[in-house]
Structures are given as structure tokens and as C-alpha cells.
């Protein structure tokens, strides 16, 4: 796949602290990402990961240091900055007692979405759910959960994709759908993707990252990644515990 | 295409599409599910048989109207906390209310969203309850006051119940004993209204002298807090619902 970031940066991270109670699950973790460019994340459990992505998507707070995402600061410009960014997670985060159309309306209405009707057609066309729309979301397999979270997360047209282990049970041919999606969207859009799947992760990545207990082990643009060196570097870091 | 090249309504006309998508979508998902209705309706009329059972004996010099208006509100909190847990349970499935706050919504946008839902349901419970609370307890000296009154003092109280309560299960939705958490916060949060709810609907059931004083009084005490605590659930919720 070829790279499509240029020199502006989308994500521009500053000493970035979060503490829950005693326990440090970020500590002064500083990286830029260029814009267009796709950032994969990797480290153990516990490592601060997925705190990583709640602050970047304003879902919390920073304890200290600054986070500017498309230019926006995390705290400050937070309403504004979540109209640029929408995440896919290993959760749908969608409603099971309202249809796949009801979801994807709703979600619209929430992102004040101008032309609602003709934007949720167009994105359940392209997810392959559109025979599925007025079915309840709780009847969908796992796949087309996370199809129709796509949709949701494209829904209000963002510049940044957030994905929190978007693979995560998807059978291979869900997997391939979601690959397909993906690339549908990568050329217009900034990435950071959560992933166990170091293959999966370095093969999509422009950019890559190791997180562990809090901290920044490894950061650097694929190029200068060496994969089994960073594999060897990715392993070390399973036995260092929680953040 | 990027977030910025479609026309954005104004804030306070996206808050107000936001506002109404939250209160559909709640009262969507419990006319298909009627879980909440039908829990608290069951529980509100369950209640009002236990205490005709428990009076049963108390012979025929007592009255039971001089009481009938504590039971009745006794009722109506136990049942709220009933409904008031299960709202925002609703959002936390398959990580709901994490989308919402992903959405560019004013956090009490989905305060008032909330509360307006929870108030609607409580009054369908109140008023599937009334018949049978008349029919019980207020056969035997009949009701005495102007047939306003009773409509008058629920619907306050109930807004009291319906804001206060809604920003203590938010609190306590994400605690691990959240029942007990709720109950806990909202009984003694809500002492000043139900002492005021119950005056009010005393002087409404006993009719007589200077029960409209009453009444009014009574009401005074049910409007300054309902104002007060609505206030304080504004001026909180942003801070408690993203903690």
C-alpha cells in the first residue's frame, strides 16, 4: 500500500500523562504523526493502549501534558474536534434494539449531519447492509457488527480514524471485508489502530508504535522499521507488566 | 471527503436535533423492549398491594388517607430507582454511551435528553398507579381536594425525581454494586422533596381548611428544589459523565 502522508501534522502528542488513582496508565508519552498517515499501536495488556486512544478521541481527560488532533486541542477544542475523528472499536458500539437504519439515523442526528436519508443509504450500500436495514442490530453476526460500525464511525465524513483492535473476532472473510473497507478510505484519512496482530499492524502501518507500562519503548516511520528487530523489541516487552 | 465540507447547522439547532434524537431513541427502544414501563409499573402496583396488606389490620378508627400520601411517594422513588438504573445500563451496552460521548453533543444535551425520557416513563407508571392507590387507600373518606392538585404535585415531584435521578445513575452506572450505589446517593439527596411532595399531596387528598395553603406551601418546597437540583445536575453532569 502506498503511503499518502505529507508534512502537516495530525497528531502531535506532549508529555501526555494519565493516572487512575496511584497507577500511571500513560507517562509523558510524546510522538507526532504526519497527516494521512497510519499509525499502528502496539503493547501488551495493561500497557495504555486503549487510555491512549480515549484521550486522543477526548472520551477522557489527560492527567497532564497536551494533545493537539487535527490541529485541536484534546481538552479545549474538544466539541469541535469530535466532528473530525470516529472510532472503530472491538465494541459495535451501536444500539441492539434499534435497526441498522435507526442506528446509523441516530448517530447522523448526533453529528448534525445534513443529509441524513441519502448519507446512511449510501454507507449501508457500501458496508454490504443494506438488504439488513431495518433489521434490529442485535440479530447481526459479529461481521456485520462491525461493518455497520464502520459505516457509523464514517458517517459524519472524519478526518481521523481512531481503531481499537478492529480485527478482534472477525472470522477471515469478516476480515477481509474489513481490509476492503479500509482501503476504500485509507487515502483520505489519518489512522491510529490498536492491534495485538503485529503482522496485521506493521503490514497496514506508515508509522508504528510500542507501548509499554505507560511509555513510549519504540516509535518511528515504517521505513526505518527492521520487522524482526521490532518483533524482538514488541516481545520484550510482554513480561513488563501492567502500566 | 472531510468533516468541514458539509454545511453545519448552528449549536443551538444541532443541540436541539441532538436533544431530540436522544429522547426518540429512548422512547423507540422502550416501546420495542417495554422493559422499563413494564418493570416499574409491576413493581409500583406490587407496592401499593404490600402496604393494603400491611394496613389491613390497623382496625377501622384508623384513616389510612393521613398516610396515604408518604406511601405513595414512597412508592414512586423506590420504583424511579428501578427505571432510573436501567436507562443508562441501556447505554452502556455494547459500549453506547462511550459512542455518545464520542459525538459533538454538549453533555447537558444528554442530561436533559435523559431526564425528560425518565420523567415521561415515571408519569406513565404514576398514572397506571393512581387508580389503584384511589382505589385502595382513598375509599373510605374519598379525596378532598380540587382534582388539580394530585396532577399538579406529581408532575413536580416527579421532575425533581426524574433530574436528580438521573444524574446519580450516571453516577453510579459505572460503579461495580450500582443499585446499591443509587440508592444510596438518591434517598437522602431526595429528603427535602418527598417532605414537600408529601405535604402538598396530603393537604391534595385530605381536602378541607387551608389545605390549599398547604398545598401551596408544600409545592413551593417541591418547585425550589426541583430548580435548585436541576441547576446542580446542569452544572455537574459534564464533570460526572465523563469521570
Known amino acids: 500500500m502506498t503511503d499518502v502522508y505529507t508534512t502537516d501534522i495530525a497528531l502531535e502528542v506532549r508529555e501526555l500523562s494519565r493516572t487512575f488513582g496511584v497507577r500511571k496508565a500513560l507517562n509523558k508519552v510524546s510522538f507526532d504523526l504526519p497527516d494521512g498517515a497510519f499509525l499502528s499501536v502496539f503493547g501488551p495488556n495493561g500497557a495504555g493502549k486503549t487510555t491512549l486512544i480515549k484521550v486522543l478521541t477526548t472520551v477522557t481527560v489527560p492527567s497532564k501534558g497536551t494533545a493537539r488532533v487535527c490541529g485541536l486541542d484534546v481538552v479545549e477544542d474538544a466539541v469541535e474536534l469530535r466532528e473530525k475523528i470516529g472510532l472503530i472499536s472491538h465494541n459495535p458500539l451501536l444500539y441492539p434494539d434499534l435497526s441498522a437504519e435507526e442506528n446509523l439515523q441516530f448517530f447522523a442526528e448526533m453529528y448534525g449531519v445534513s443529509d441524513v436519508s441519502d448519507r446512511v443509504r449510501e454507507l449501508l450500500v457500501s458496508v454490504e447492509l443494506d438488504h439488513r436495514r431495518m433489521d434490529l442490530v442485535r440479530t447481526f453476526s459479529r461481521g456485520m457488527l462491525q461493518r455497520l460500525s464502520i459505516a457509523r464511525a464514517l458517517l459524519h465524513r472524519p478526518d481521523m480514524l481512531f481503531l481499537d483492535e478492529p480485527y478482534s473476532g472477525l472470522d477471515p472473510h469478516a476480515m477481509d471485508i474489513l481490509d476492503g473497507l479500509i482501503a476504500q478510505v485509507r487515502h483520505d484519512h489519518t489512522f491510529v489502530m490498536i492491534s495485538h496482530d503485529l503482522d496485521k499492524g506493521l503490514e497496514l502501518c506508515s508509522h508504528a508504535l510500542i507501548l509499554a507500562k505507560g511509555k513510549v519503548v519504540l516509535f518511528d516511520s515504517k521505513e526505518n522499521i527492521d520487522p524482526d528487530e521490532f518483533k524482538a523489541t514488541y516481545r520484550s516487552t510482554v513480561g513488563m507488566g501492567v502500566a | ?243
Not at chain 2, 471527503?1 to 423507540?28: C, E, H, N, Y
Open chain 2, 1 to 243: 471527503m472531510a468533516a468541514g465540507t458539509q454545511a453545519r447547522p448552528s449549536a443551538r439547532s444541532l443541540s436541539w436535533r441532538q436533544f431530540k434524537a436522544i429522547l426518540r431513541k429512548d422512547i423507540v427502544m422502550e416501546l420495542r423492549t417495554k422493559e422499563m414501563v413494564t418493570s416499574m409499573g409491576l413493581y409500583s402496583l406490587l407496592t401499593m398491594v404490600v402496604y393494603q396488606i400491611a394496613l389491613s389490620q390497623s382496625g377501622s378508627a384508623f384513616d389510612p388517607r393521613q398516610i396515604a400520601a408518604g406511601l405513595l411517594w414512597l412508592a414512586f422513588l423506590f420504583t424511579s430507582m428501578l427505571g432510573l438504573n436501567r436507562s443508562l445500563v441501556h447505554e452502556q451496552d455494547q459500549g453506547c454511551l462511550e459512542a455518545l460521548l464520542l459525538a459533538p453533543v454538549d453533555r447537558p444535551v444528554i442530561f436533559f435528553a435523559k431526564a425528560i425520557g425518565n420523567l415521561v416513563f415515571l408519569l406513565i407508571v404514576e398514572v397506571l398507579t393512581i387508580p389503584v392507590f384511589a382505589f385502595l387507600f382513598l375509599q373510605g373518606g374519598g379525596y378532598g381536594g380540587a382534582w388539580w392538585m394530585i396532577p399538579t404535585v406529581l408532575t413536580a415531584g416527579s421532575i425533581g425525581i426524574a433530574g436528580v435521578g438521573t444524574l446519580l445513575a450516571t453516577m453510579s452506572v459505572n460503579t461495580n454494586g450500582k443499585d446499591f450505589v443509587l440508592t444510596v446517593l438518591m434517598v437522602p439527596l431526595m429528603y427535602p422533596l418527598l417532605l414537600a411532595a408529601v405535604s402538598a399531596t396530603t393537604a391534595a387528598v385530605l381536602g378541607g381548611d387551608g389545605s390549599v395553603d398547604q398545598f401551596w406551601a408544600g409545592m413551593g418546597g417541591v418547585a425550589g428544589y426541583d430548580v435548585i437540583m436541576l441547576l446542580a445536575a446542569y452544572a455537574l453532569y459534564e464533570f460526572v459523565i465523563g469521570a
